[in-house]
C-alpha cells in the first residue's frame, strides 16, 4: 500500500463541529475502501490566497492515508461532488510522520512567544 496525504477546504459557512464530522465521514469512507486513515488535522478557518467560489476564507483539514490507488480514486470522487468542498488535493509522501504539520507548528509558535510592546 502506498502512503499519502489528503488536504481539502470546506466552504467557511459550516461550524467547526460540522467540519470535525465530515473529516470523520472520509475516514470512514477510506477505511470502506480498504484503506487506513492515520492522522488527521483540523487547521481552522484560514484566509484563502485568492478568492474561490466568492469565498475569502475556508476550513481546512489533513488526513493521512495508507492505502491502494482505488481509494484515492473514491475518495477524489466524492470531494468532486461535494458542495461543501471548495479544494482537494492528495499528494503521495514517502512516510508519514506523528509530529505536527507546518501549519500546527507555526500556529504553537505564535501562541508561545509574546513580544514585549515597545513604545
Do not use: C
Amino acid at each position: 500500500m502506498a502512503l499519502y496525504e489528503h488536504i481539502f477546504i470546506v466552504r467557511p459557512d459550516i461550524s467547526p463541529a460540522q467540519m470535525e464530522i465530515k473529516i470523520e465521514e472520509m475516514k470512514t469512507l477510506i477505511e470502506e475502501q480498504g484503506g487506513k486513515a492515520g492522522k488527521t488535522e483540523y487547521w481552522g478557518l484560514r484566509n484563502l490566497s485568492y478568492r474561490i467560489n466568492k469565498s475569502r476564507k475556508g476550513h481546512y483539514a489533513l488526513i493521512d492515508i495508507d492505502g491502494e490507488a482505488a481509494v484515492i480514486n473514491e475518495l477524489d470522487r466524492i470531494q468532486r461532488l461535494s458542495e461543501d468542498t471548495i479544494r482537494h488535493m492528495t499528494l503521495r509522501v514517502e512516510e508519514h510522520t506523528e509530529e505536527p504539520s507546518a501549519i500546527l507548528s507555526k500556529k504553537d509558535d505564535r501562541r508561545g512567544r509574546r513580544e514585549p510592546r515597545r513604545f
